[in-house]
Every structure is written in structure tokens, then in C-alpha cells.
């Protein structure tokens, strides 16, 4: 039987409903969440998600400011504005939309940003808290992934894990969430020795590779549950996935479609974080 869809982009609208009923909550004590969206260049896709995050901002009563720089400003002047950021009362979330321009060094950049406002969770300190099970903002991508899992009521706990990818925003953070939930967890990569034999044996295979398609149904064991975090472009609009939806549907459970999977959960659980900033 093919796989049921996780729709992303109705669990999005139903983590959206929840946040503003929050934010309204907050509002009736005085306080006013506040998210900085900052925005170097103008990298066609980055442009796109902080439009679309100020307006989803707007649609919950989140006080937004997005500051668009050139993309020849400089590393100085960008933590500057961060630094400002940083002792701006009216700001609990501060977001620097990556990928910034080569000559910005976004690691400088992201430590700079304070604890207490790194809405994305990606900074030194908060993946270290993540990683021991501390108070912490669980990055958005991730986080989403979770959420989707458990509005569906797929429980993590006792299943085996395989994260296809390591990158710091969505492989290891998710490695780790999934761990914290008491799943059995494998962490794939480029040089993972028989990859489709390891991706066979998941219980929940997230992909985040972005590699478009790699991840095909003969390496999906039959009743899994599919999450594709990949978002790749193929010739002039086309948008797939890591994983290669019609022979992965016939395997899978359920799986999440690209574009209206993980992509819209995103931005919701920037919304949900920026609340979280502002309720500390
Ligand atoms: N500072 C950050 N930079 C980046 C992040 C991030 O979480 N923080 N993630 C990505 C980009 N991103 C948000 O910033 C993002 C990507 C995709 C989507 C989304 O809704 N995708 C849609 C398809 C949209 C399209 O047509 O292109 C979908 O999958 O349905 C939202 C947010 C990198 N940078």
C-alpha cells in the first residue's frame, strides 16, 4: 500500500494557530515577542524565507524587524548589528539567514549572537546544551521534523534511527533529538560504507544530504517512516527532495512530499522558538 503523506504544511498552519493563541497570551502581560531577521546579499532563496518568515511574524502579532545589508558589508559591521541586537530590549530572537557571502566567517558570526536570543538554535553553547539535555532552542529544521512526527503519532521510542547527514543545522541536531527520544540512532554520511544496507535497516530514515533523489525505494525498508528534509532545485522550477518520492512511497508508511513537507515546519518552529525567547 503507498505510504500516508505527513503534510508539513497543515501541521505548519496548526503550530501557527498555537503560537498566536501564545503570543495573544503574552501579549495580555505586556510583553510583545520580537524577532531580528538579518539578511546579507541578496541570495535569491534567502530572500524568498525571510519575506516569507516576516510575514508569518506578522500573521501571529510577532514584532518583526528584517535588516537587509549589501552583500559587500563587512564582518565588522555585521556584528556590530548583532552586538546591537544582542541589548535591544524589544528583540528576544535574533536570526542571521544562512549561507552568508564568503568573506563573512559564519561561525564568528553565529557565536556572537546570545544565547538567550539564538532562536536557531545554532550556537556553541546551545547544541552543547542540546547534546546533554539541557534547556536549549531545538534548531527549527529538526525541531519540525520531531513535531511532525509526533502530531502523527509516530513515537520514536525503542525504533532504529538513521540519519543520512551531518551538518550541523539538521544531521547531528536531529541524530541528537531522535537519541533524546530513545530511538536507536545510526548518523550516515558521504563515505558511510553500504549506505542503502544501513538506510534498509530504519525504522525512521531522515534524509538531509542534498543530493537530489538519492534516497530510492530499494533502500527502504518496507513499513518506514520517510522524512526528507532535502529542498533541491532541478532545472528552472522543479523542486525534489534527497529521496526519490514515488519508488520511496510504494515502501514507506508514511513520507513527507517535497515541497509542503519539512520546509513549511521551518518557519513555524522559528515562530515557536521566538515565543519560547520571549517567555524566559
Ligand atoms: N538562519 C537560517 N538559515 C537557513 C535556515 C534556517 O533554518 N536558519 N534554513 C534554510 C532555509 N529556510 C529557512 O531559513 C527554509 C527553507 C525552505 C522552506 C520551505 O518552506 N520550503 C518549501 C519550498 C519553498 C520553495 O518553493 O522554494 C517546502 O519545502 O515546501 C522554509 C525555510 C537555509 N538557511
Known sequence: ???????????????????????????????TP???????GDDPASQVYVRNKHRACEEVGIYSVVHRLPAETTQAQLLDLIKQLNNDPQIHGILVQLPLPGHIDEKTVIDTITLEKDVDGFSPANVGNLV???????????????V???KTGIDPKGKKAVVVGRSNIVGKPMAMMLLARHATVTICHSRTKNLAEECRQADILVAAVGKPEMITGDMIKEGAVVIDVGINRVGEKKLVGDVHFESAAQK??????VPG??????????????VEAARR
Open 261 to 274: 513537507g519539512v520546509g513549511p515546519m521551518t518557519i513555524a518552529m522559528l515562530l515557536k522558538n521566538t
Open 34 to 40: 520580537g524577532l531580528a531577521v538579518v539578511l546579507v
Open 132 to 146: 546533554i539535555g539541557d534547556k536549549c532552542f531545538y534548531p527549527c529544521t529538526p525541531h519540525g521534523c520531531m
Open 1 to 31: 500500500m503507498p505510504a500516508q503523506i505527513l503534510d508539513g504544511k497543515q501541521i505548519a498552519a496548526e503550530v501557527r494557530e498555537e503560537v498566536k493563541q501564545e503570543v495573544a497570551r503574552l501579549k495580555e502581560q505586556g510583553i
Open 148 to 150: 511532525l512526527m509526533d
Open 252 to 257: 514507506a508508511s508514511w513520507i513527507t512530499p
